[in-house]
């Protein structure tokens, strides 16, 4: 005879009629929103940068590998024919050494300008907001106007600069004509349009500082300038990275202003102002209109671009850990 067992130790079973609950069409659907929606949201960025931007760096390293010419078109695949001959042109290192000299000459006065222009704005000053919109005024004239209004000004013979240089008994310059002259008057044009630019970056983070920092500050006795050193830029840290990074993608890729400095957009008679961009205009529409050999040149600018992006990645992040373990060490106390 069977004999069946309970187990008197575990709860009973509760019995109810109704089936286990099923999720809807309109349930499943908002799920889906909810992890999809985000991605979305970001996707015509990304769609856009593949056509625009990635698209055109792809076709452009295709192009480097071929005899391509501006009339003839694709030619035969010649591999890195293009680059080889590009590295071989003293015309190519006359640019890239003028284009980190010019770069050198706008960038390094320019960040400095700016933050002591945002360091006055930030001050309290009567109609600051005319003061604010007065600086990006630069800004808004366009390059070619201000590449002819200063290669006038920094003209060999008749000039202003060279004239006021004459009434307190100096010589005049040859601005056209030596190469360090030259980088100054270009980069002097860069720095008029782009210092007002880089001051409204760096006034909107001093605004972003605590002010309980200076009032703190002020209780200790520190001065204006101990303040700007001791608070202000340690707090503009990561701005000025981000400054530095847009002026070094940007100085590096300066056409305009070197373009227009003269009439006829050489480079000066000994190419002493001529840039990297200028250089692979010419290979592509000047005489030899070699497409090829212009991508070859696009494409060791851009890797340029990317070698300072990463030095200024890891200075970066050297940066960020050796501030963390300080930030560390005044929360705990």
Wanted: hydrophobic content about 50%; glycine content about 6%; aromatic content about 12%.
């Amino acid at each position: 005879m069977a004999t069946s067992t309970t187990n008197l130790d575990s709860p009973p079973v509760r019995k109810t009629d109704r089936d286990p609950r099923r999720v809807g069409l309109r349930q499943k659907l908002g799920r889906w929103d909810v992890k999809l929606s985000p991605y979305l949201y970001i996707s015509p960025f990304f769609i856009l940068f593949a056509v625009v931007g990635l698209f055109p760096l792809a076709y452009t390293a295709y192009v480097s590998m071929h005899q391509w010419h501006l009339i003839g078109g694709e030619g035969k695949f010649v591999g890195l024919d293009n680059f080889t001959f590009v590295l071989q042109q003293a015309n190519f290192w006359r640019a890239l050494r003028n284009t980190f000299s010019i770069f050198l000459l706008s960038s390094v006065p320019q960040i400095i300008i700016a933050i002591l222009l945002a360091a006055v704005l930030d001050a309290n000053l009567r109609a600051r907001s005319f003061w604010r919109m007065g600086v990006l005024l630069p800004y808004v004239v366009a390059p070619v106007a201000v590449s002819l209004i200063f290669s006038k000004l920094f003209g060999d013979q008749s000039g202003m600069i060279n004239a006021l240089l004459n009434k307190i008994g100096l010589d005049s310059i040859r601005w056209h004509a030596d190469v360090l002259s030259s980088h100054l008057a270009i980069a002097t044009m860069v720095n008029f349009r782009w210092i007002g630019y880089n001051t409204l970056i760096f006034l909107a983070a001093m605004q972003a500082v605590p002010r309980d920092l200076y009032e703190a500050a002020i209780l200790d006795g520190a001065a204006r300038l101990r303040q700007f050193t001791s608070i202000t830029v340690p707090m503009l840290r990561p701005t000025i990275i981000f400054v530095v990074v847009t002026s070094t993608i940007g100085g590096l890729q300066i056409f305009d202003e070197p373009r227009m400095y003269d009439q006829f957009g050489q480079g000066g008679s000994d190419r002493q102002w001529l840039t990297v961009t200028m250089y692979l205009y010419e290979l592509g529409w000047g005489s030899q209109k070699s497409f090829g050999r212009a991508a070859a040149v696009a494409w060791i600018l851009f890797l340029i671009i990317v070698a300072v992006g990463i030095i200024n990645f890891s200075i970066t992040r050297r940066i960020s850990t050796d501030s963390a373990p300080k930030s560390g060490r005044k929360a705990k106390r």
